[in-house]
């Protein structure tokens, strides 16, 4: 199986892409679709066509995006959540079901603990992908999430096996 975690962010959006043979993870690429300044409609048209081209060169059988937490700044959460949805547009235009988490809820997974910071997310997503270049801090929160979805769809799917 194939996954693509993503990381939505206006400026920077994070996308890793890794297979999945059973418990077993493989990296197969990672990097950060970014925007210029310039006006919002501009910028979520620049996310979109770099995703979508991102996309249909790795053809991922699967994604999942982190979750939009809302913080004291309402503006720029509304700004998080449009490039939220593109994140979820191209995968859904493709056909394919888009997982959610929350960000405690993908370190949880990643890292075994939910209040985990950037840097061990990091040092754990290098320890599940051996000998990894990651493309920066978004990057490897896509590669987290990914995993995070990568695990609990195993997961998932053992329970299917064992009631159905």
Avoid at 50 to 57: D, F, G, P
Avoid at 116 to 137: C, F, N, S, T, Y
Wanted: aromatic letters at 4%; hydrophobic letters at 45%.
């Amino acid at each position: 199986m194939r996954v693509m975690g993503l990381d939505p962010g206006l400026r920077a959006m994070g996308w890793g892409v890794i297979d999945v043979s059973g418990s077993r993870l493989s990296h197969v690429a990672n990097g950060v679709c970014k925007t210029s300044t310039g006006d919002l409609g501009s910028r979520l048209v620049s996310l979109f066509d770099q995703l979508s081209e991102i996309w249909a060169t790795y053809a991922p059988e699967t994604a999942a995006v982190e979750q939009t937490f809302v913080n004291k700044d309402g503006a720029g959460t509304l700004k998080l959540g449009q490039a939220r949805g593109i994140a979820m547009l191209v995968p859904a235009r493709a056909g394919v079901a888009v997982g959610e988490y929350a960000p405690n809820a993908v370190k949880k997974a990643v890292v075994g603990v939910g209040h985990a910071d950037k840097r061990q997310v990091e040092h754990m997503v290098r320890m599940q992908l051996p000998g990894i270049e990651i493309a920066g801090p978004d990057a490897a929160d896509a590669l987290a999430i990914a995993i995070c979805h990568a695990h609990l769809a195993e997961s998932a799917q053992r329970m299917q096996r064992v009631v159905g």
